[in-house]
């Protein structure tokens, strides 16, 4: 079974408490951690190799940063996209990889960390036993599909399904309340889809029809190679279903607004809105029969879904589980399949050129069920204490120049400010890894039973998560693994996190000099701040409750703010007729921009008045905004660009370059940038938000 994942819906990807007063008193008055006066001996840390000096930083920083590596990196032919982040994700998982064949070329105590990592591990690797056992793992749940009779026999299916998340158009799970965000609460959202997006379906371009076809076709595949009858009919069936579920469903851009999104409803109210299926059925075959009240994010999908499941024949509806069944499970079973599921979801959606070896394929399996378990050795051998101890410096320097930067603001009254300082003085950090470790005791694995182990691995997680209701919120809890390349804000626990596997070069150097890594892990620490200000995480109040703390007056200034990088970001052009959605982006985008600018004045706070070091021929203030611009280089295969546009809420690399620095003055002064270059922006149009 595919594992299901809970990721709080709170949580924007970006990528103890620091005590901060309350009050909006001058932040010079805080001391820094350090000065970030060049020590003797560090490196810039800039990569010179990478750069394309016959380009000038004023036209194309993007190029001036990162041209020749675009030049001759190829992308790997496993990879849909090549960059920075890719690196280092790959290095992180030769490291996760050497530790888990180092566990399994051993012997463990049955139910010991090591056995269960070990023989995880091993039940993917068996292809030979895969070639064997065929569809035999699926014939329980292929039974049960072929033993439904009605539409109540379908909605306690689905009820029981939630742990899989297998073939349900409504997907359940349990989160913390965004209004009172001291205790956990059920949401129900959308869902249904085996195309990445509702858009896949919709749109009428040419690449979209083509897109669609290819679903069809491979739709029939799977059903072919099940050895069921008439696949032709059943794959339009299936595809002509998901396009009703599409049309019904909301936009990656409605699916923002936080509060469109928040209708909590008791289950009365629920049966009004979404009236012909059953759900209190469908709740307490989820495990959730007890629950008085849930939060419903696309009440208008719910309403039409409910009509749709009532409509449409159970047989169509059987077809349709069969499919999914089959397409979630496909890269564990035989070659076939797995073959199959790689030449559309590889091939022909992300332009993969080969499919990644059975061992990384293997050690990802393990990191997505037994993440906090493979954490745990990870952090043992790779993360460095050092590392800790200087993000804690960053972190805190930043924090300073954020609340500088709030009561330097213009636009914004007293009232909104005081409101804003009491909400940064409450940002919880977490660096590295967690304080306490994930309990996997639940979980029983067995070397020749990959398909029972995800399954029993999916239960654990799903019993782990509605089982937190009624409970105290755990603060200590993390979303992301110490593997994990990555960072994110939390805006029900208010809290940033950085994973210990980002913090290394070129996002973390310890090596180098301070002005590089204030342009690349304070760009991050900075993004990550601001994501609490964003046009989404300005909602919430400092304890993370939704709640709307704004003047109108001010509320009206950031929106209309706000809409000039709307404007900005969607008149980028990245491939072919499609623009980037700026307005999808726009938490992302203000995250940038606020971010690097704050970063900024906390590396010019820290050098305490003295001139920041030149090295390789570079200001401090160059090499702070190479810092960012190596950051994100990236390289896209055609394909992944345009599912990235479509689906992505990130702007790809050269445009969180590009967009971000031409709305900074502190870079115009670093580089001399005037009108007529191409890195300029008109006064008038330049965002200035945090």
């Not at 690449?207 to 739709?219: C, G, K, N, P, T």
């Not at 059903?223 to 019904?248: H, P, R, S, Y």
């Not at 009440?299 to 589980?321: E, G, M």
């Not at 709030?406 to 909400?423: G, N």
Request: glycine share 8%.
């Amino acid at each position: 079974m595919k594992k299901m994942t809970t990721v709080a819906l709170s949580i924007a990807l970006a990528l103890g408490v620091a005590g901060c007063s309350n009050s909006t008193s001058n932040a010079s008055e805080t001391p820094l951690q350090s000065a970030a006066v060049s020590p003797a001996g560090l490196s810039s840390g800039i990569t010179l190799a990478n750069m394309d000096t016959t380009v000038a930083p004023q036209q194309d920083f993007f190029r001036y940063v990162n041209g020749s590596w675009l030049d001759n990196t190829e992308i790997p032919a496993d990879k849909a996209r090549w960059g920075s982040f890719d690196e280092l994700r790959e290095n992180a998982e030769k490291q996760v990889l050497a530790i888990v064949q180092q566990l399994a070329a051993e012997q463990h105590a049955k139910g010991s960390d090591g056995q269960k990592i070990a023989d995880l591990y091993n039940s993917f690797l068996d292809e030979q036993l895969a070639e064997v056992l065929g569809l035999n793992p699926l014939r329980g749940e292929l039974a049960a599909i072929d033993n439904l009779k009605s539409h109540a026999d379908l909605t306690a299916l689905w009820g029981n399904w939630q742990r899989y998340r297998v073939g349900t158009p409504v997907a359940v799970y349990v989160g913390q309340d965004q209004k009172q965000s001291d205790q956990y609460i059920t949401g129900a959202s959308q869902s249904g889809l085996g195309l990445p997006d509702r858009d896949y379906y919709l749109k009428d371009d040419a690449r979209s029809v083509e897109l669609l076809q290819q679903y069809q076709a491979f739709i029939a595949k799977l059903w072919t190679l099940a050895g069921f009858d008439n696949a032709g009919q059943v794959a339009a069936d299936i595809v002509a279903l998901e396009k009703q579920l599409a049309a019904a469903q909301w936009s990656r851009v409605q699916n923002r607004d936080r509060n469109a999104t928040y209708n909590k409803l008791t289950l009365a109210e629920l049966n009004k809105l979404a009236p012909g299926f059953d759900w209190q059925a469908f709740l307490a075959a989820a495990d959730l029969g007890e629950i008085q009240q849930l939060v419903v994010r696309q009440p208008t999908y719910f309403t039409a879904f409910a009509k749709l499941q009532a409509q449409t024949p159970v047989k169509q509806w059987q077809q349709y589980l069969k499919f999914h069944l089959l397409r979630s499970n496909a890269n564990n079973l035989n070659k076939a399949f797995v073959d199959a599921s790689f030449d559309f979801y590889g091939k022909t959606l992300n332009g993969l050129q080969e499919q990644r070896s059975r061992e990384k394929r293997a050690v990802s399996l393990v990191d997505n069920n037994l993440g906090f378990m493979v954490g745990k050795k990870y952090v043992e051998q790779y993360f460095k204490p050092e590392a800790k101890a200087r993000m804690d410096q960053m972190i805190e320097n930043l924090r300073v120049a954020f609340r500088q930067s709030i009561d330097e603001l213009e636009w914004m009254s007293p009232v909104t400010k005081k409101q804003a300082q009491i909400k940064l003085a409450k940002f919880n950090t977490k660096i590295g890894y967690p304080d306490k470790w994930r309990d996997y005791s639940c979980v029983e694995i067995h070397a020749a039973d990959l398909i029972g182990n995800l399954r029993r691995s999916a239960e654990c997680e799903y019993q782990r998560t509605i089982g937190r209701l009624g409970k105290p919120v755990d603060r200590t809890e993390w979303g992301m693994t110490p593997q994990t390349v990555n960072a994110y804000y939390s805006s029900t626990m208010n809290e940033i996190v950085f994973p210990a596997a980002i913090l290394q070069p070129p996002f973390f150097n310890v090596e180098a000099d301070d002005a590089v890594n204030y342009g690349a892990i304070g760009g991050v620490i900075g993004h990550e701040f601001t994501h609490g200000f964003d046009d989404q995480g300005r909602r919430s109040d400092g304890d993370g409750n939704l709640r709307d703390w704004w003047t109108e007056q001010d509320a009206a200034q950031f929106q209309q703010r706000a809409q000039l990088m709307v404007d900005q970001y969607s008149a980028f052009n990245p491939i072919d007729d499609l623009h980037l959605q700026g307005a999808l982006g726009l938490g992302e985008n203000i995250a940038d921009l606020g971010g690097l600018t704050v970063s900024f004045k906390a590396y010019q706070n820290s050098l305490q008045g003295q001139n920041g070091a030149l090295i390789d021929g570079f200001t401090a203030e160059q090499r702070f905004f190479m810092g960012w611009g190596q950051v994100w280089r990236i390289k896209f295969r055609d394909e992944a660009l345009r599912q990235q546009v479509i689906t992505g809420p990130h702007s790809p690399g050269m445009y969180r370059v590009l967009g971000t620095l031409s709305n900074m003055p502190e870079f115009y002064q670093a580089f001399d940038v005037k009108a007529g270059d191409g890195m300029y922006r008109d006064e008038k149009v330049r965002v200035k938000i945090w």
